[in-house]
């Protein structure tokens, strides 16, 4: 009579690592257990690229909005300019005021006055739209993005004397520093007959890369008071641009900003400027899990036809063992180890090629760049300049728990047919 044994002994794992050692001349089933173990390798790994890579796009492109754009963008609702007249206008005349009151919110680390509009820039036979925004020199130098030395060329402490002008834009001109730019704007100085346009040259004396292709091709920044005198915005701002300690939890802010900034104030926060985007990427990165799960599935299933290949050559050991004593529970369990290693080697094998892949990202894009001859990555269509990847513990521990548990899952079934094998049938024509 068949005695019970400790659930996984050492016998079982003995006589499951002997038949994933299986020779050639027995049925294929090794080269079933390779396809199975390169499947699940290969799988792993492309789940934990991709979420490496999709959780460094995403850091990298909130970073490039929270370091060159306001968290908190303050505007006033259009009011009437004088009674009757149908004239409307959102300047800002008590600017300074409102600042300081947001400024001494806590948690709010900085509150500048700006000065918002478009212009045409020219040099030499080129041009291109630019929008310029006006602002003070220590509010220019508190945008981590354009301040960064690392990025940056010229000297920012120069500011006051001429413009900064995005890498992009610079590049597209021709300018470099120390040029002098025409700036044309359609809303220039009034006369008799109307409005005509301004033109005033000014030098560039700070080159940014925001990291932004958007922002590096289009942003210019102006000092604050020449910025009011060239849009005719004398006494006034557009709009006050707010930083706050925890861009995440920008909602939180909100109430006081309101009631700093006093009747007609109106907010703009970065979510609202991003939010369809981010959200597009949330569901882009659900889909893209669903889609490499059903990868990973496919390749343990593998594991699957590779055990019932195994039960079908091992019919007359599975029948001597029954014979021996060893109960379903254990022919069940040595067979579930078979399909456990190859899922556990597996997936150990794409945990590591997929963390060196993601480590090493750089290196693998610059190698897939030579191979296009360049341009294999366009930041004009993505944003940013290059692809980022972000490795995180709870990314790599789906991945590894999504495989391990198909991989156990999908063992069970050829496991209890070979634990259910009348050992009498298997052995009758043995």
């Not at 310029?132 to 402490?157: N, Q, S």
């Not at 000014?202 to 922002?215: M, N, S």
């Not at 379903?328 to 456990?340: N, P």
């Not at 198909?406 to 050829?414: A, D, E, Q, R, W």
Request: a neutral charge; glycine letters at 10%.
């Amino acid at each position: 009579m068949a005695t019970r044994t400790a659930p996984f002994s050492p016998f079982e794992f003995m006589i499951a690592w002997r038949y994933l050692r299986a020779r050639r001349a027995e049925g294929g089933v090794s080269v079933m257990t390779w396809i199975s173990l390169i499947g699940i390798t290969l799988g792993v790994a492309a789940l934990i690229i991709t979420l490496a890579v999709r959780s460094g796009f995403r850091a990298e492109f909130v970073d490039t909005i929270l370091g060159s754009n306001a968290h908190v963008t303050v505007y006033s609702a259009p009011e009437e300019v004088v009674p009757d007249s149908g004239i409307y206008s959102s300047l800002m005349r008590d600017y300074a005021e409102r600042a300081e009151r947001i400024r001494a919110i806590p948690g709010v680390t900085s509150a500048a006055p700006l000065i918002r509009g478009q212009v045409m820039a020219t040099f030499n036979d080129r041009s291109n739209v630019a929008e310029v925004y006006g602002m003070a020199l220590d509010d220019l130098k508190a945008i981590p993005r354009v301040a960064d030395p690392k990025t940056g060329r010229g000297d920012i402490d120069g500011f006051d004397g001429g413009i900064a002008m995005g890498s992009e834009l610079a590049r597209e001109l021709g300018v470099g520093l120390g040029d002098r730019v025409r700036l044309m704007s359609p809303n220039g100085a009034k006369t008799p007959i109307g409005t005509s346009p301004r033109v005033n040259a000014y030098e560039v004396v700070y080159i940014f890369t925001a990291g932004r292709w958007d922002i590096d091709k289009t942003r210019v920044y102006m000092p604050f008071a020449e910025a009011q005198s060239y849009f005719n915005r004398e006494g006034g701002a557009d709009e006050i641009a707010v930083d706050v300690t925890d861009p995440e939890r920008v909602d939180d802010w909100m109430p006081q900003i309101l009631d700093a900034g006093g009747p007609g104030t109106m907010l703009w926060t970065w979510r609202d400027a991003s939010g369809s985007f981010l959200r597009a990427l949330d569901i882009e990165d659900n889909v893209m899990f669903v889609i490499l799960s059903v990868l990973v599935l496919i390749a343990t299933m593998n594991i699957t036809s590779g055990l019932i290949m195994l039960v079908k050559n091992k019919g007359r050991d599975i029948g001597i063992l029954r014979t021996m004593g060893l109960t379903e529970g254990s022919v069940m369990r040595v067979f579930f180890l078979c399909g456990a290693f190859t899922g556990i080697l597996g997936t150990a094998m794409g945990v590591g090629i997929g963390v060196v892949f993601s480590l090493y990202i750089d290196q693998v894009m610059s190698f897939v760049n030579w191979l296009n001859g360049g341009g294999a990555w366009d930041p004009s269509i993505r944003g940013i300049y290059a692809l980022p990847a972000k490795l995180q513990l709870w990314d790599v521990a789906k991945a590894v728990m999504l495989a391990l548990g198909l991989s156990f899952i999908v063992t069970i079934f050829p496991a209890r047919r070979a634990a259910r094998m009348n050992p009498v049938e298997a052995l009758r024509y043995e």
